[in-house]
């Protein structure tokens, strides 16, 4: 439930300025005020505070210094006037929250501090207090948290056993003061195991309502399936105990097997809006438990409402009601600690003054209006016996199974606030908790509890928070707790029959209040609107089946709306650049005209049926084809055949569009495909591209994915066959291929001449030229032919860069060195163009050096390629591992040479220089476009 809270900054029996939280979990809903303040739902804006701080001066050490220190929540428009304030989310879990950061089990888990909070490890230290002082703070803290939970948690009696055969004064007369003894021993048995076994000294852990209306639905049940059979009270009352009891026991041995295997995270899954649906029945359920007791009605649904509309019931249940809203009122408008619990102290002492001045006796105020305003009488109940209705040869099993599916859902709601829990603190802590033993913890405590005969229980995180707000970090406070809870337990008589009952309809109905208007009204403006509306249909799906089905529609719902707004989600990308390949002027040139003939698409996410129909159309409208299928090869030019989009519904072709070739289809980013978007994607979208005789490439497919592919049909064994869908190990592979591709075509089309344009080194260099340059065929005198084969190492990092290589036919690839490369030799050169080139050129292309991976490719030299002149150049020592990919011939200029030519040679030594520099222009440029942005 939204715990929203306003707590104080104290710290050595100081305060500071509170900041509000607004707190996010399925626990009583109890509000602490500090200092002043107003509510966090509504409009009214708050002003600077005073926020008294400590010096940090040698001079003023331990004094306090006043200064204006506006609330970081508070918002402020340019001429001073204040904005409506939001309240500020503790976890991400919260009404209209997307991430689930609070929702991410498992240790060491480390939420993104807020900045709005004042976190426990932030606060500034004060000064020493001593021992005596703390045990008394401890023991003052543990009496208020008493005050403030012993109630509540006698009002909790109620909505478990608030079914109307329970209140029948025939039927349960004298058991419930035992019951309500039951929970008490419960809350005592939680807060001891939290006390002793908690990571948190300050812990504060009892029977709490997110497994309460779920114990409540398996009582009613049960009652409804025994009666039926006609079994006995005692039959009863034997099975509904023990079942609860056997209940709450398994949910303990659950939580202790979930975080004993770590497996808090998968608990988690369950949607926050179908939650707080179900906080806001809480909110109902508490309302109505509330109506219930003080009326002494049957009030289960809202068809149970008329029966309210009678004088006697409405005197009953009127004071309740108001000083549940009175109570609301002032937590929001007095923002301190004390206003709770001596509001809960006032409401009996003023109602034995009352009866003091009336002259009005205990009994008579036990029968006025027909029931009256304190509950009757039961006579003495010993603690002892509060263990007598638990007689399993009693218990009639055939009512159990049907309790199953009722127990899975609590467990999991159980579990899911738990974490909430341990999340609301973690961040209010400011370090991180282990989810996992938090959570071995609350199954502890109710493994205990259920073998004790008890109820569910967990973080009370608002009490937990409050005491660790006030620095009381001793278990003390929990001994305190627990000392409180065992006198009350042990007193012999009903504490129901002492005190008014409006006492605990006053609190039921300030919880409901603040679940239902927190979730189904203020929840408007924290979440998105298909998110509001699932909190409503769960809300309104309880109520009109049952908690079990009103739970698994909104979860349904939940669903629906992911499937729907996941497959509008955007799953792809086209990817506008070329491959790493380093390319020559002439195969640049080549590419750049077919420019749009390659066609890279990346595809994200998981691609399911909901999605394969969207993905087909984004796709056929990033491929161009001709207007009527290709009848000769694909890369065979149609200028008389206009072109079109795949998709055949785009109208916005540019007029310099071209036909497309190759389609590549990265799956590095897919995390799943079913079959449905196989066949609905990959299988039409082949087919249409067969059609038209572009190549489908896929790329970075897992063994998963091509299994399927291959069933399919899309993909065979015969891979060169014309048409067949290609795959490759990744973009780049794919990339390179589509372009070598191309250049082939190219080349096979290109005149003879032409094809042996770049023979030889003078042609190479002369490539890198301006026309009407000096002829370079004299370079050949300097340079050394050689024929490599594949797999040949050319060089290797750390070698000294005396070579400068002329690539003439073959392929050469650039890795990354296999050790981290500290950049020590890069940055002796200083910051010359060249080392600035050198540099952008690594960047662009692979990243830092010192982050590549081993052995891991850079980019690939083809024919005419010059590579080795920047190390060269630089005169330092090689930054990568050259070798070879396929056979082939290059040139090799030595320094010695280069040298020998600058003395004999001049101006030819000059045409080298520009070429080296404009090759290396050409590689710069190569590695920008090949690092463009995907659109």
Known sequence: MADHIMLPHSFGGRRLSSSMLTLNSPLASLRYNASAGVSPHSPLQLGPRRRRMFSETESEKGSLLDEEVPLLSDRRGPAGKAQAMEPLSINAPAPGAAAAAAATGGSGGHPTPNPNIIRHDEMPPGPPISRVRRYLNAVLYGLVNSVILIPVVISFAQIIFRDAYFSDPSECAQCMPYVVKLVILSSLI???????????????????????????????????????????????????????????????????????????????????????????????????????????????????????????????????????????????????????????????????????????????????????????????????????????????????????????????????????????????????????????????????????????????????????????????????????????????????????????????????????????????????????????????????????????????????????????????????????????????QTLNTHAGSIVAIQLFGYLFFGSAVRILRDVKRSVTVYATPATGPACELQPAVPLRRLDEESRDLPDAAVATRYLVLDCSHVTGLDATAVRTFFVALHQALQQHGVTLVVTDLTVRMAGLLRAHKVLGSDEDKPGMCLTCATLEDGLEWCEDMLLDHAAQAAPAPARAALRGVSAIIHSYLDAGAIDTAAVADYVTRREFSAGETLFSDTDPSDTIYFLERGQVAMYAPDRPCSGDARRHAGSTVLNMVEQALTHCCFGAADEVAVRQRLYRYDDGGVFGQIGFMLNQNRMMHAETVTSGCLYALHRKDLAAMERANPPLALAVHTALMKSVCLALANAQSSSGANR
Not at 450 to 471: N, P
């Open 190 to 588: 939680h807060q001891a195991c939290f006390t002793l076994k908690s990571s948190l000294t300050f812990a504060i852990g009892q029977v709490q309502d997110a497994g309460l209306i779920f114990l409540s639905a398996m009582a009613s049940s049960i009652v409804s399936q025994t009666r039926e059979r006609g079994a006995t009270h005692d039959e009863i009352l034997a099975t509904v105990l023990c079942w609860l009891a056997l209940s709450t026991a398994m949910l303990g041995l659950g939580l202790m097997i979930t975080g004993t295997f770590r497996l808090a995270s998968l608990v988690q899954y369950l949607p926050m809006p179908v939650v707080g649906g179900y906080l806001a029945f809480i909110g109902q359920y508490c309302l109505e438990a509330g109506m219930g007791l003080m009326s002494a009605r049957t009030v289960t649904s809202f068809t149970d409402w008329p029966s309210l509309c009678n004088r006697e019931a409405v005197l009953l249940v009127l004071p309740g009601v108001f000083l549940g809203l009175l109570l609301v009122f002032l937590v929001q408008r007095i923002r301190h600690f004390l206003v709770l619990p001596i509001f809960l102290l006032a409401i009996p002492g003023l109602f034995y003054l009352i009866l003091g001045c009336t002259g009005t006796s205990l009994d008579d105020a036990r029968t006025v209006l027909g029931t009256g305003f304190v509950a009757a009488d039961a006579g003495t109940s010993d603690f002892w016996k509060v263990w007598q209705h638990y007689d399993v040869t009693r218990v009639q099993w055939y009512a159990l199974p049907a309790q199953i599916p009722t127990w899975f859902a609590m467990f999991f709601v159980v579990a899911f606030s738990s974490c909430l829990d341990v999340a609301a603190i973690q961040m209010e802590l400011g370090r991180p908790l282990d989810y996992n033993h938090e959570l071995r913890t609350v199954g502890l405590s109710n493994l205990i509890s259920g073998a004790t005969g008890g109820f569910t229980g967990s973080y009370i995180f608002s009490q937990t928070i409050f005491t660790m707000r006030a620095r009381v970090e001793s278990r003390l406070v929990g001994v305190v707790v627990v000392l409180c809870s065992l006198i009350t337990f042990a007193l012999p008589f009903s504490v129901l029959a002492y005190f008014p009952k409006f006492l605990f309809g006053a609190i039921l109905v300030f919880i409901a209040f603040d679940l239902l208007s927190s979730w189904l009204y203020h929840s408007w403006r924290l979440v998105r609107r298909v998110e509001y509306f699932i909190i409503w249909a769960t809300f309104i799906a309880i109520n009109a089946l049952n908690l079990e089905y009103g739970m698994l529609i909104g979860i349904g719902v939940a669903v629906l709306v992911f499937i729907f707004e996941y497959s509008n989600s955007r799953t792809i990308t086209v990817v506008s650049r070329p491959s790493k390949v380093v390319r020559s002027y002439s195969q640049r």
